[in-house]
């Protein structure tokens, strides 16, 4: 039984780190409607950044982690304005293809600017573990799902008890009204791109010691998160989250009690995507997710 | 189909190119060494991969981020075909067409009723778990596992991979401008409309799907054949991406762009290696993004509407001019 247990803490853990990547999915989908594919990258991008602070530049981790947060925050914003604003009367599927362009520009420009070799990145909590109840749980582990958890609450938070968090979600849902009753539309759908933006540098910095940095160390960690994202309902943030630790815990225990797996975890990610699809046919909308009646 | 092919000096022109492009390709490796024979295999097979992408993304409007994949299937058909039941290997290229056809429309049948977004993220995750897939120790009896199929020594098969390519991409065109393409078009455009007029939305974007599956398992089995070798390294997600933006630069829904995309794809990396202080790796993506972008903010049809727009300006420059004050034709 401590395995199992043991298992799920360790399924929740990488379940965080989707979390946090599938909330910035999702606060850009409802922001702008579109799927940004550059995500994983620009939170990828943010790590790197980090990675020179700490290790170039001497900054302690919280420091650096502070730092990071307002460069992307920054990007994010700087990314909407240049790219998707001025694109979206194109229509989704040019900005679907600008975010696309954009990841492999961050993808490269990693490459270039830090070299693709595979680095080593800190991790803010100590290596030895806990035991509660018996079950033994790494430090690691259990700052990982505490952040997580803090980054949702404070997402949470901010758009449900401040003037911002209010303005934006008017600026998403209904931007003509906003914009007739004086909410700068633009600037809150910037600041919403800013948000993602951090979020997916948390997601990043947090998966980085597991996963060990190079550019191409977020791919999956995208590719889970938008199971997660789909999953959970595109549209819900709650439901979001849910599917990230779902999946998160899923794919933990399939790894370790399914003998076909277990020996092949390459595997995990192709079971999970397929697991998934079969879900949509059933619950189009995800499992949280409210059905929008669509025009055909 | 039935209505014929009427003569208007705009086909006439097309032919015309058309019959140029086979007159060059069909010259060309007399003047050539081997190696860049070679080369234009590949763009050969960039062609007809692109003209796949088209179909799905340019005429019925689905982004489509799997397209490698697909190659990988045909690649991979090819390659166990040949090395574990000793079929020639030129006949494996329609089979490995048909397979992937086949697997493309029935993932598009689900894949597509799942609108827009969720297409292109259902793609995504197939490009990436096919590499997950091809790699996997499980399947190592007929993948190879990691390590990949030999096949044996790589060859040139220029005049077979463009006599394909053209062939394929009269069909294609054959196609769309047919009762197909008609339905497309409609599906993209007004799919309210479309349905009213009875078509059967999902089954025409699967056909779509299954048909771009097609195109991309033909080419990734001459890509085999061609290099001799396959695993599952031969097919990242990059591919995916940059068949994209060889789409995207010829010109979605225009399938007279789709070559130049295919020379684009195929010369542009090592035209960015030239450039000084590049690392060789991510040169080619960052390039490949940020002509993407230049295209998306300039010329959103790619170079299709690149050039009607410098026929356009042709026809005025020489054509009659008319006064802006008074409408009447000016002799000069």
Redesign the interface.
């Known amino acids: 039984m401590t395995e199992f247990w043991e298992q799920i803490v360790a399924g929740l853990a990488s379940g965080g780190i989707y979390a946090t990547l599938a909330l910035a999915l999702v606060l850009i ?1 409802r922001a702008t409607g ?2 940004n ?1 550059a995500q994983g990258e620009m939170g990828m991008f943010s790590t790197y950044i980090a990675w020179s602070l700490l290790y170039t530049y001497g900054v302690p981790y919280w420091g650096t982690f502070a730092i990071t947060l307002v460069i992307s925050f920054f990007g994010g914003v700087l990314v909407y304005l240049a ?1 998707i604003r ?2 979206s009367r ?1 229509g ?3 900005i ?3 975010t ?6 961050l ?6 600017i830090w ?2 070799e595979v680095r080593s990145f800190e991790s803010p909590f100590p290596i030895d573990r806990i035991e509660i109840g018996g079950v033994g749980i790494s430090w690691q582990d259990l700052g990982t799902i505490l952040v997580s958890i803090a980054c949702v609450i404070v997402v949470f938070c901010f758009f449900r008890f401040t003037r911002v968090g209010l303005m934006m979600r008017a600026s998403a849902q209904r931007p003509g009204t906003s914009r007739l009753l004086g909410i700068r539309v633009t600037l809150m759908l910037a600041i919403g791109w800013g948000l993602a933006a951090m979020l997916s540098a948390v997601s990043g910095m947090m998966a980085a010691p597991i996963l060990t940095l190079d ?1 191409n160390f977020m ?2 960690v995208l ?1 889970y998160a ?2 997660a994202a ?1 999953l959970g309902g ?1 549209d819900s943030p709650v439901g979001a989250v849910a599917g990230a630790y779902i999946l998160g815990v899923g794919i933990s225990l399939l790894g370790t009690y399914w003998d ?1 797996v277990t ?2 975890p ?2 995990e ?2 079971i999970a ?2 697991v ?2 079969l879900i ?2 059933f619950r ?1 909308a995800g499992l949280f997710g409210r059905a929008v009646v ?3 | 189909m039935t209505a014929g092919v009427r003569i208007t000096p705009s086909l006439v022109a097309r032919l015309v190119v058309l019959a140029g492009a086979i007159v060059f390709f069909a010259l060309a490796p007399l003047f050539m060494s081997n190696f860049r024979q070679s080369e234009l295999v590949l763009v050969g097979i960039y062609f007809i991969a692109i003209i796949g992408l088209n179909i799905v993304t340019g005429y019925s409007g689905q982004i489509s981020l799997g397209h490698g994949a697909f190659m990988g299937i045909g690649a991979y058909t090819t390659a166990i075909l040949v090395t574990k039941y000793d079929v020639g290997q030129y006949w494996t290229i329609p089979l490995a067409g048909l397979i992937a056809g086949i697997v493309g429309f029935l993932f598009g049948f689900p894949a597509l009723r799942l609108t827009g977004v969720y297409l292109a993220l259902a793609t995504f995750g197939l490009a990436v778990a096919f590499i997950s897939l091809a790699q996997s120790t499980r399947f190592e009896g007929y993948t190879g596992g990691g390590g990949g199929l030999a096949l044996g020594v790589p060859t040139t098969p220029y005049y077979l991979t463009w006599s394909i390519a053209l062939g394929m991409f009269v069909a294609a065109w054959l196609l769309l401008r047919g009762r197909l393409g008609r339905r497309l078009r409609a599906v993209r455009d007004a799919p309210v409309a479309a349905v009213s007029s009875g078509i059967n939305l999902a089954l025409v974007k699967a056909i779509a799907f299954g048909l771009a599956a097609l195109y991309a398992g033909v080419a990734g089995s001459l890509l085999v054949i061609r290099t001799g070798f396959v695993n599952y390294l031969t097919f990242p997600v990059l591919l995916s991406i940059l068949l994209l933006t060889g789409a995207a630069l010829g010109g979605f829904g225009s399938l007279g762009g789709v070559l130049f995309g295919a020379l684009f794809i195929q010369y542009a990396p090592g035209l960015s290696a030239t450039l000084p202080h590049v690392p060789k790796e991510s040169a080619p993506s960052v390039m490949y993004g940020v002509i993407l972008l230049i295209v998306l903010f300039l010329m959103p049809g790619g170079a299709a509407e690149l050039v009607r727009r410098l026929l356009g300006l042709l026809k005025r420059l020489t054509g009659p001019r008319y006064s802006r004050r008074t409408g009447e034709r000016v002799v000069s």
């Open positions: 989908h579109v799927i594919f790219l001025p694109l194109g989704d599927i040019a679907v293809i600008a696309i362009a954009l990841l492999v520009i993808n490269g420009g990693a490459g270039w070299s693709p550019p791919l999956i590719t938008f199971a789909v595109i076909y020996g092949a390459e595997l990610l192709p995507l397929a998934l699809l949509l046919l189009p669509r025009r055909v």
